[in-house]
């Protein structure tokens, strides 16, 4: 199993910038991917961004262009820079960890975009 801690989320007006982080720790050498979703007030948990080991990584069409994914293999910490942030960001950011079968959740971090 992988332990996730996620940090970096608040508070921040529109048109201004945010990075979250995700540690891992565990049996980090099997994890496949990891990437960040969100879940906002009464909708489903949506992808945001994913990065495989080999650095590979894939948006969610919203995010394109605002948002970029990024690993430190040596620190065992996934990023999610995020620029151009818009009200409609707002969410429960979560960092998953994805193995070949099964995958774990960080516990979320809050991002509130002020209008």
């Known amino acids: 199993q992988v332990q996730l801690v996620e940090s970096g989320g608040g508070l921040v007006q529109a048109g201004g910038s945010l990075r979250l982080s995700c540690a891992a720790s565990?049996?980090?050498?099997?994890?496949?991917?990891m990437g960040w979703y969100r879940q906002a007030p009464g909708k489903q948990r949506d992808l945001v961004a994913t990065?495989?080991?080999?650095?590979?990584?894939n948006y969610a069409d919203a995010v394109k262009g605002r948002f970029t994914i990024s690993r430190d293999n040596a620190r065992s910490t996934v990023y999610l820079q995020m620029n151009s942030l818009k009200p409609e960001d707002t969410a429960v950011y979560y960092c998953?960890?994805?193995?070949?079968?099964?995958?774990?959740w960080g516990q979320g971090t809050q991002v509130t975009v002020s209008s």
């Open positions: 565990g049996s980090i050498n099997s994890i496949r991917a």
């Open positions: 998953r960890a994805m193995f070949m079968m099964r995958s774990d």
């Open positions: 990065i495989t080991t080999g650095g590979a990584a």
